[in-house]
Each structure stands twice: as C-alpha cells, then as structure tokens.
C-alpha cells in the first residue's frame, strides 16, 4: 500500500511562529502536493512538486512556501502563522504528471493558529 | 470561473441506495474522480471516469456525462460504514490541475 505520512496530525501555535508541515511518501512518487481542507469549501492546492528542488505555485501560495530536497519528502513552511492559516493541510502524492493519476493522500495535519 | 457544485450534506437509510450528483462549470475536461473521505481521515480514492457512461465497481457505480457536466456517485446496499463525505474533482483546463467540489457529507441512517 502507498503510504503518505504527515507527521503532525494536531498542532497549536501562535501567531507569527514558524510552523513546518512534513511529509513522506513511501512510493517513488514524482509529484507531491499541499492542500488546505476548510468547511464549505473544496480543497485548495497551496504548491506542488513535480521532482525533486521543484516547485510550482498553485492556487493560494501567499504567506506558504515548501521545500523538497528528496523524492520522498515535501515540507510545507508558514514563515509567519496567521490565523486565517487555521486549517486541516492534507499531503498527497502520485505517480506521473499526465493529468489522470490517482492522488494518495495523508491523514491530515489539523493546525490552529492562536 | 471554475465551479464543481455537490449538494452539502444527504441523508439515507441503511440497505438503501443513494445518489450524489455533482456539475461542473470549468474551462476544460480531462477527467472526474470521486473521492471517500471518513471524517478525521485522508480522502481515499473510489472512482475515475473520462468517458460518458456508467462506471461500476461493485456497490458503487459512477456516471459521466460531458455534454451536460453532470456525474453521479450511486451507492447501493448502503452500510453503516458508508457515512462520510464524499468528494467530486474534476481535472480541467491546460493545466492538469485538480478542481475540487465542497463534498457531500452523507449520514447513513439505521
């Protein structure tokens, strides 16, 4: 079974803390993404990754950045936690970037910001 | 704009059947996926489909019609276990990217 892991399912922090979100996948996968889950609303693409030190720009980057130095991991970084940044961020990963590939996904990782 | 509209929440009965539709307004097509997502859990994969017509795997069946940008998501003998939201993405545009509906939270009732 592909397997995602986030490494944080719950974080509390405050406002203007650096807050790191991992992420590893354990299947060769090519492309990684970030998302944010809040109610109401469809999942937001916040970056994705095509390979290894790429990263591409998705719908709502401001205030994120990543970071990918290895095929397996994709890190999403809040320089500076706001509380608007309050939110389930969920990992996925697939296999080629061919528009038709099934995202695997992590379990979520629940963040409030104080 | 891009717009996937799901209704928000459906209700039904054990050993039931239920239907989740989904439409979409987007500025290209390449593909539709249905997701299951329990509450507190990843969104797992349930169904892709390209072409018009009625896909089925097992107790679920999914349904594609492109001229009308309409799909379903058709879940028969409903378990108890089939409570979760269920989530409609379509892939649209030049760019391959993923556009996400809000979900259907589905409560499945004894």
């Known amino acids: 079974d592909v397997k995602v892991t986030q490494s944080s399912r719950y974080l509390v922090k405050r406002t203007g803390e650096k807050v790191f979100l991992e992420c590893v996948q354990d299947m060769d996968h090519e492309n990684m993404f970030w998302y944010r889950q809040d109610p109401g609303l469809g999942l937001r693409l916040i970056y994705f990754?095509?390979?290894?030190?790429?990263?591409e720009k998705g719908d709502i980057p401001e205030g994120y950045s990543v970071s990918r130095e290895k095929k397996e991991r994709f890190s999403l970084i809040l320089e500076s936690a706001s509380t608007n940044q309050t939110s389930m961020y969920l990992c996925?990963?697939?296999?080629?970037?061919?528009?038709?590939?099934?995202?695997?996904f992590g379990a979520g990782s629940r963040l409030t910001v104080l | 704009g891009q717009n996937i509209d799901q209704p928000t929440e459906m209700t039904a009965t054990e050993g039931a059947i239920v239907q989740i539709n989904c439409t979409y307004q987007t500025s290209g097509f390449n593909g539709l996926f249905w997701y299951q997502q329990h509450a507190g859990e990843a969104p797992t994969f349930l169904s892709y489909?390209?072409l018009d017509g009625l896909e089925e795997k097992g107790r679920f069946s999914s349904f594609l019609s492109r001229s009308k940008g309409y799909s379903y998501l058709l879940l028969k003998e409903l378990q108890m276990k089939d409570s979760a939201s269920y989530l409609c993405?379509?892939?649209?545009?030049?760019?391959?990217?993923?556009?996400w509906g809000a979900g259907t939270k589905l409560i499945i009732k004894p």
């Open positions: 489909n390209v």
């Open positions: 990754s095509y390979d290894v030190k790429m990263k």
């Open positions: 993405a379509v892939i649209g545009g030049s760019n391959y990217q993923l556009i």
């Open positions: 996925a990963s697939s296999g080629s970037f061919s528009g038709a590939n099934v995202l695997t």
